[in-house]
């Protein structure tokens, strides 16, 4: 069941209910604008991850801020988009079942859909699928390009999977899926970029191969906001597909950049609102934020609005700060913001997004993909 919303719009800062998933609505709009002009200066285009955000809203948010249309990893968080107004998703994911493949192939119906394939059986599968509901999709060939997850292996057999996705009735060969999902969090840019860089000659291998076979290639998609840039320069693919640019959570921001800078390309625009509970140790104060509020799997939030204060030792509902010297005391009631270790996770335990300018609530953003694991 849905939650109620947090908060009314026109509330205070503090008066929103806690813990509160909190979107501060002008560094989110500047990530958007951001990014939209760095890829336009590129010569590509964005297909921005809703695995991200989960929300409709924001997904319609970047399609008008340029984006050609969205990646998601599941059919139920396709769904969810395509019934919030989405006009155009691509499952960055192999999908398999016969309900699963049959939900997938009614989306078409309704919006331009796109999956992955990594297996000629799976092909089999979708084609009849597809057939059966009367509609097309476009099918990219996953290659893995160093990540070790799911892909092909690049070259000539990626070739005879394209080719077996064109002898199947139903179905478009719509390009290459390259996405070397573990580089994006590499700290310093040059290990990024070798491994980017090893990324982009097993798609050039595979291209070749392609051109060989006699196969045109319309688009190689990937990439993430952790490495964009380096694929957006390699004049090999032409889409990327960046999702936690928006929010920019704890982990992402220990990235350096090529000075050996922190990465500051974005800004934190997503915070968890948490409620001090308890302070009744020197040095210490509890908040109302644990492991069931927090996606902590990549490291633990930082606390935004007190310096020197450091969160830890979360249990499911309680969260501990520790206050070193230099940090300020805290206030029996008072309200902080955390900034997440991880932003995906996160948000996916969370119903509505409680949009904040100038202290102030001024919008409420369903979650609708909420809990779309299938």
């Known amino acids: 069941m849905t939650q109620p919303p947090p908060a009314e719009i026109g509330d205070d800062l503090q008066d929103v209910d806690t813990p509160a998933l909190m979107i501060d609505l002008d560094a989110f709009e500047a990530n958007v604008a951001k990014l939209g002009k760095t890829v336009a200066d590129f010569g590509v285009r964005l297909r921005a991850h809703s695995k991200t955000h989960k929300c409709p809203e924001i997904a319609l948010r970047q399609i008008a801020a340029g984006a050609v ?6 059919v139920g968080e396709a769904e969810a988009m395509v019934a ?3 006009p155009d998703v691509l499952i960055t994911n192999q999908i398999w079942g016969e309900k699963k493949l049959k939900r997938l192939a009614a989306l078409a119906h309704e919006a331009r859909v796109g999956v992955l ?3 000629a059986q799976n092909v089999a599968d979708l084609g009849h699928a597809a057939r059966d509901a009367g509609v097309s999709l476009d099918v990219y060939v996953e290659i893995d390009v ?4 799911c892909g092909i292996e ?3 057999p990626a ?5 077996a996705v064109t002898e199947q009735d139903g179905l478009r060969f719509a390009g290459l899926q390259a996405y070397h999902g573990s580089a994006q969090h590499i700290r310093t840019a040059n290990e990024r970029g070798a491994a980017i860089g090893a990324a982009c000659d097993r798609v050039r291998e595979t291209l070749s191969a392609m051109e060989d076979a006699g196969i045109n290639v319309p688009i190689v998609t990937g990439a993430g906001t952790g490495s964009f840039h380096f694929e957006a320069a390699s004049g090999l693919y032409q889409e990327m597909q960046c999702g936690s640019y928006i929010f920019m959570d ?3 921001a220990q990235n350096m950049d090529q000075r050996g800078d922190p990465f500051t390309e974005f800004r934190h625009s997503l915070y968890v609102l948490v409620t001090v509970m308890s302070a009744t140790k020197p040095g210490r104060a509890v908040v109302d934020a644990g492991h069931k509020a927090l996606g902590n799997d990549q490291g633990m939030p930082w606390v935004a609005d007190i310096p020197g204060a450091r969160y830890q030792g979360p249990s499911d509902d309680h969260g501990t700060l520790i206050l070193d010297d230099a940090a300020r005391g805290v206030l029996l009631g008072e309200k902080i913001r955390l900034i997440p270790g991880h932003c995906d996770p996160t948000v996916n335990l969370y119903d509505w997004f409680v949009v904040v300018q100038g202290g102030r ?5 369903e979650i609708s993909a909420r809990g779309a694991i299938r």
């Open 84 to 86: 919030g107004g989405v």
């Open 69 to 74: 249309g969205i990646c998601c990893q599941k």
């Open 361 to 365: 609530v001024v919008d409420l953003w």
């Open 117 to 119: 394939v990594d297996d």
């Open 154 to 156: 690049p070259g000539a």
């Open 250 to 252: 704890a982990d992402y």
């Open 159 to 163: 070739v005879t999977l394209a080719n």
């Open 146 to 149: 160093g990540a070790g997850r």
